[in-house]
């Protein structure tokens, strides 16, 4: 495995009354797709949630490029960018508005801001309707403005929560496609899914989760194992 | 403080591009002058309009001019008592060595009616005695043995000018500071729940108290521009109506001391309805939270349209909102300030914008704001 960049250890977390997290432990590293899998209330987005420090562990310790979430979440945050199936964008500003507005919040400033946006702004193709305001756009448009204030900063780990579940057929690929350019620049892809299939094709390594436990770890192939695909595994393995 | 501007920077931006909150500080700029103009056209219409009295009898030589002079109109009936009751304002029975007057107290207009015919009597009765007793050589002085000079200290036309603007002034002021900024706090607050950008924002190294100082500024910033632009209209407008005879006008001390505590009551009305804001999962929720808060500034704000003469201990500028109105009427009506009151209502606004600023922050540091969402 490439150098680990986020470390997750005997992670325990309760919403309510509802334990979430039961002890769960994985390793994602730098230029590598990681799969967080499972069905829906796995404790995907809990886990997620807690790496990029939205939300602390009850239990357990995560360490994202060496920094504990717990005592350095600024430090954490900085090197994160997360995008999730709820793109909301602010209607009144126009694309590049948030996408710069986001890009100065993580510490971007002066010329280096301008380039950036123009970067993300160009590598995503949001060019034609940078300037039209955000409330005008498509899904998929206000899904690459999503995308790009979340790596506008330039973060080492990019995680993906089921990013394409609001999404049609092309835009679905465009996100795919954009990992995939993520994990050759040598960025921590962790992407959370229910979509098994999505899931084979992409990850070089997968988490399986079911009811806040880790029941598979390790390559995707491994995990697949002599099973025609990921979801029968799965299938066999939460049975 | 850098990101405490691109916060406020871009929450401003977005408020200015928000049709409702526009709406919202433009009709408060209009609304106003509006009133004025129907307040002033009422009362001077009351001073002029002519009311009916019907009597019977016959009318003692020379009053019917005094009456008529007054703007009463004399009408002949039957039954005055029973005229009173609809048919004419008042009802008088004119009889040889008294006069009987009937009128119901419930209608204004029998109060006028009634409040004018006592005048003209009571002129009327004074020079009659006052003719019977030069008549008999007695000196008509003895009517009135100790004579009252009266030497106003300041001009009643202006006073009444400024008591009109001691408690409309109040009253526009505190309700604008709440109501101008309420839409931009809701929106900038449940809306970005609503929106889903929430968990965004707070996944970026800003510090959440930075971001939510940066929030409460630019409503803050609303708040005090709707109120400034809804008092600055209605005092502008007062430059051209004429109200209660006379032009009135806000004193430099008045406009300072409103202007102060504009300040204060937005910090703190930011504060609060961010709070509130940051419990509600959408915008119409925000509002249903925020509904009760017009009752509850509302109620100070009127105190003094019920009881203008209250003027209690220095305890009463601890409770927020009513010490800004009395300080500010103190401030109109005197064209002074009591110090000790003014740094009580300072400290006592502060205290509460503060209390509310925690309250909205230990709110938005909770965990349960993004679960909920």
């Known amino acids: ?239 | 403080m850098r990101t405490l501007r691109i916060v406020f920077l871009k929450e401003v931006r977005e408020i200015l591009r928000d049709r409702r909150t526009l709406i919202a500080i433009g009709l408060a700029a209009l609304a106003t002058p509006i009133v004025l103009i129907v307040i002033s056209q009422v009362s001077t219409r009351t001073a002029t309009q002519t009311y009916t009295v019907g009597y019977s009898g016959d009318i003692p030589a020379g009053l019917d001019v005094l009456l008529t002079a007054t703007g009463l109109k004399l009408e002949p009936v039957p039954d005055p008592a029973a005229a009173a009751k609809q048919e004419v304002d008042l009802g008088v029975v004119f009889q040889t060595t008294q006069i009987d007057e009937y009128y119901d107290p419930t209608r204004q207009s029998a109060q006028i009616a009634d409040t004018r015919v006592q005048t003209v009597l009571g002129q009327y009765n004074a020079a009659k005695a006052a003719a019977a007793l030069k008549e008999k050589g007695i000196d008509p002085g003895v009517l009135n043995p100790l004579p009252v000079t009266i030497h106003p200290l300041s001009s009643p036309v202006k006073a009444a000018g400024n008591a009109f603007l001691s408690f409309f002034l109040p009253y526009i002021l505190v309700t604008m500071v709440l109501t101008g900024g309420l839409s931009a706090a809701l929106d900038t607050s449940a809306g970005e729940r609503e929106r889903k950008t929430l968990e965004s924002l707070l996944l970026t190294p800003t510090p959440r108290s930075r971001i939510l100082l940066g929030k409460i500024l630019a409503v803050g910033l609303v708040s005090l521009t709707a109120a400034i632009a809804a008092i600055g209209s209605m005092l502008l407008a007062l430059t051209q109506i004429p109200l209660l005879g006379t032009h009135v006008s806000l004193s430099p001390l008045g406009a300072t001391v409103m202007l102060w505590l504009a300040v204060l009551l937005a910090g703190s009305f930011s504060s609060l309805t961010l709070a509130l804001g940051t419990l509600a999962k959408n915008f119409r929720q925000g509002q249903a939270y925020a509904t009760p808060l017009y009752f509850i500034t509302i109620f100070p704000a009127s105190i003094i349209l019920f009881i203008p003469d209250f003027n209690p201990n220095l305890a009463y500028y601890l409770i927020p909102i009513l010490n800004a109105v009395l300080v500010l009427r103190d401030a109109i009506v005197h064209n002074a300030v009591a110090w000790p009151a003014l740094g009580v209502t300072t400290a006592s606004l502060a205290a509460t914008g503060l209390i509310c600023w925690f309250a909205a922050l230990r709110l938005f540091t909770r965990e349960t704001l993004l679960i909920k969402s």
């Open chain 1, 1 to 239: 495995m490439s150098p680990v960049a986020v470390k997750v250890d005997r992670l325990e977390k309760t919403l309510g009354k509802n334990k979430v997290l039961r002890g769960i432990s994985l390793e994602a590293g730098s230029g590598e797709i990681f799969g967080l899998l499972g069905p829906n209330g796995a404790g995907k987005t809990t886990t997620l949630r807690i790496i990029c420090t939205l939300l602390s562990p009850d239990a357990g310790a995560v360490e994202v490029l060496g920094f504990d979430t717990r005592t350095a979440a600024e430090e954490v945050r900085r090197r994160v960018g997360v995008v999730t199936a709820d793109i909301g964008v602010y209607p009144r500003l126009s694309a590049r508005e948030n996408i710069a507005y986001f890009a100065e919040l993580s510490g971007v400033s002066g010329g280096d801001l301008t380039r950036r946006v123009n970067s993300v702004i160009d590598r995503l193709d949001i060019g034609p309707f940078a300037q039209q305001r955000a409330e005008s756009l498509s899904s998929g448009q206000k899904q690459k403005v999503a995308i790009a204030r979340a790596i506008v900063h330039d973060p080492e780990i990019l995680m993906f929560d089921e990013p394409t579940s609001n999404l049609d057929v092309l835009a679905s690929r465009d996100i795919r496609d954009f990992m995939v350019e993520a994990r050759g620049r040598g960025k921590c892809v962790i992407f959370s899914t229910h979509v098994l299939h999505d899931a084979e094709r992409l990850c070089d390594r997968v988490t399986i989760l079911h009811e806040g436990r880790v029941v598979a770890t390790g390559p995707t192939a491994q995990v697949r194992g002599t099973h025609r695909d990921l979801e029968d595994a799965f299938l066999e393995l939460v049975a």
